[in-house]
């Protein structure tokens, strides 16, 4: 039978695995797997996977879906977070070999953040933060019932909302201890002013390290995270002697004498173009030393899709205490690292174009939990051992065996500086030679991000629509070392824009691509490209702005993370024209004067990181000057992830959306 194109709409047919978890013996994987129900919902579930076999079990069920599963410490039983029960999420467990989910945790209207069980199996350890009494939902009934209005949010610190989370005001995560036995909870530790907590057990189950800002106002100041010694009985207190910077996932040595943390100190670079690195300190505070310095890895990069997004952070001990296991996102790919505690140095233990979910090992470190995507395949459940991946489910099979994937085609361009740009092309379905066909160049968000090897559905989409697909990892891209991301930093639209013009004129160049049928587009960063690219080139035939960055003065301060002053840019969005003014010049409003290429505005009424208003800035220059304009707003409930983790029919309607501007010009 003769394979399909694929759709937008086939969103709904995706079955997604993440979040990686293996049993202590290594002979059981544990998965979620999401997928969209009848109710236009995504919905989650537990699976388990036979690390040899690859034989499937459900083990949680439920349109309340369950996440964040984790082994207790003997493999008997899983806890997990499921809001089955309303109105808020709780922690429920459920025995292993059959029986049905109990209720756990008791905590009030709220959200759980996350949890580590104690290595003793006795406690849990979780971040929960509780709705505001103004915000939960018996009071919002009781409102209703007088007829009263929602009250104002009165607000005292920087940090208020965030995107994808909403506005919460001054309500905070915080670090409870949860008795396993009893499901009784009470406050830890309550100290960081942002609420973000990176937390690991001591082996002994004493209490916990713990990393978070040490300022009052972080987002006001250089980073400064500091580590916490907080013990379950005691007061806790600064592990002495590390310097500022940024630090996360604290992880202690087997033998409870060292931790080791990812990070940077580099205070004046709070948006991450410097490599994320590996430190490790006395479990008490003093010298600490970097293990990855010898290398040119970003130990914390993303690889973007538009279905799972892979790499990230990640950090675990080997069992022996003699090395670290780190992930490493590096030209376009994702591997698993390893470093050696003593002298350092990050040896890659996979190989491969892919796309990984890494998860932690078994208690014998012998086999690992994965989550598997390349460009023709969807995540799927996986284990490393002895150096060898083996992908063990194929829940997307059925999918797949319908459908025709276009092939991805990799390259490397020469553009300015000596620098060589990583490039991918996808040509259209049933792609001849001797034809001719239009072109859409794609531009990443971040921008310390990567474009990468795992499947995207928008770009499968656009070639099953006739078009030549191009996407590429441009300066400011992680990946390719600290120097390459690096190369934009307070500059953008100047290295970053050579490499986006050295992969039109490519594009211009090819006897497939149809003369002056290029289009761009990109989302976030991406569509702050786009609208610098029509500022400052007639080459594209029309163009898809998408949660774009327009203006940086008005943005500066109406992001969930608002520009720290002279943090990046070298400038800041208030006071006299000359503090001003090295913002403006980067803000493609200032150079929108001549700009005629028609465009498509994408944005979230809900987005929280790139404010709506951006793209109502752009909408109305072009507007104002007769430039052929379309504007899409997504509703409040839609946040900056509109295209990742949306309302699965509203991120069909985007694609059907940008599908229809294309054959407008095309």
Known sequence: ???????????????????????????????????????????????????????????????????????????????????????????????VDGGEASKLTHFPEGSVGGFKWAPDGK???????????????????????????????????????????GYFGGQRYKLYIVDTESGKHKLLYDEAAMGDYGFDWLPDSSGLIVSHSAEKDPLLTTPNDQLYHVPLKGKAKMLKGLEAGSKSMPTVSPDGKSVAYLGDHDKSDPWGVRNIRLYVSPIDGGEQKCLSEKDDYCLGAMTLTDTSAAGGAFLEWTPDGKALNVMVSWHGSVQVGQVDAKKGGVKLLTEGVHAL?????????????LAHADFSSLTEAAVLVDGKINVLTHFNKEYFDKVKVAPVEEMWLDSTDGVK???????????????????VIEVH?????????????????????????????????????????????????DKDWADVQTVTHWAQHQPFIKTGQIGIMGGSYGGYMTNWAVSHSDDYRAAITDRCVFNWLSAGGNSDYPLNRDGYFGGKAWGSYKDIEILWDQSPISHFDNVKTPMLIIHSEGDLRCNVEQGEQVFYVLKSKGVETRFVRYPQSTSHGL???????????RLDQIVAWWKRFF
């Open 643 to 653: 295209s990742r983790n949306g309302p699965p029919d509203l991120r069909i309607h």
């Open 1 to 95: 039978m003769a394979r399909r194109a694929i759709k937008a709409e086939d969103l709904a047919l995706f079955q997604l695995v993440s979040d990686p978890q293996i049993s202590p013996d290594g002979g059981t994987l544990m998965v979620s797997k999401s997928k969209v129900n009848e109710k236009n919902k995504v919905v989650g579930n537990l699976f388990l996977v036979n690390a040899g076999t690859g034989a499937v079990r459900q083990l949680t069920q439920g349109e309340g879906g369950a996440g964040h599963g984790r082994w207790s410490p003997d493999g008997s039983v899983v806890a997990f977070v499921s809001g089955r029960e309303k109105p808020t999420a709780q922690i429920f467990t459920i025995p």
């Open 123 to 165: 406690h849990l350890a979780v971040t929960f933060r509780e709705t505001h009494p103004d915000r939960t939902s018996k009071a919002a009934k009781e409102r209703e019932d007088k007829g009263l209005s929602t009250p104002p949010w009165v607000l005292d610190e920087t940090w208020y909302r965030e995107d994808g989370d």
């Open 357 to 369: 979910h890494v998860g932690p090992s078994s208690k014998d470190g012998k086999v690992r939990g």
């Open 421 to 439: 740009v990583h490039t991918w092309v996808i040509k259209p379905n049933d792609f001849n030679p001797k034809k001719t066909y239009p072109c």
């Open 445 to 493: 968000g971040g921008p310390h991000t990567q474009y990468g090897t795992a499947f995207f559905h928008e770009f499968q989409v656009l070639a099953a629509e006739g078009y030549v697909v191009i996407f590429s990892n441009p300066r400011g891209s992680k990946g390719y070392g600290e120097k390459f991301c690096a190369a934009i930093r307070g500059k953008w639209g």
